[in-house]
């Protein structure tokens, strides 16, 4: 069984950072596409960040352009999403998802003084 477990969110000041990582079971992250997604109250799930099977080719929107890295460690099976220079607008619950669609349950991030 496939599962996504998101970590890693919680509450930090404006220009503050967070590490998030996704602990993939059931298959080898090296096979495949992951992206992180996030979801504001009232808002559309939109996608953050996504980096190839091979991390050769990597993505951003335009929003996190500069602030955010996504990375691999494919020995961990693991997923990353480190976040720099935070603002509130990046406030949201942040997913995890796999290229053929599977989803993570999720972690909130909330970015206020």
């Known amino acids: 069984q496939v599962q996504l477990v998101e970590s890693g969110g919680g509450l930090v000041q404006p220009g503050g950072s967070l590490r998030l990582s996704c602990v993939v079971s059931g298959f080898m992250i090296s096979s495949a596409g992951m992206s992180w997604y996030r979801q504001a109250p009232g808002k559309e799930r939109e996608l953050v960040a996504g980096i190839t099977s091979g991390g050769g080719r990597i993505n951003y929107a335009d929003s996190v352009k500069g602030r955010f890295t996504i990375s691999r460690d494919n020995a961990k099976n693991t997923v990353y999403l480190q976040m720099n220079s935070l603002k509130p607008e990046d406030t949201a619950v942040y997913y995890c998802?796999?290229?053929?669609?599977?989803w993570g349950q999720g972690t909130q991030v909330t970015v206020s003084s």
């Open positions: 998802k796999t290229s053929w669609g599977v």
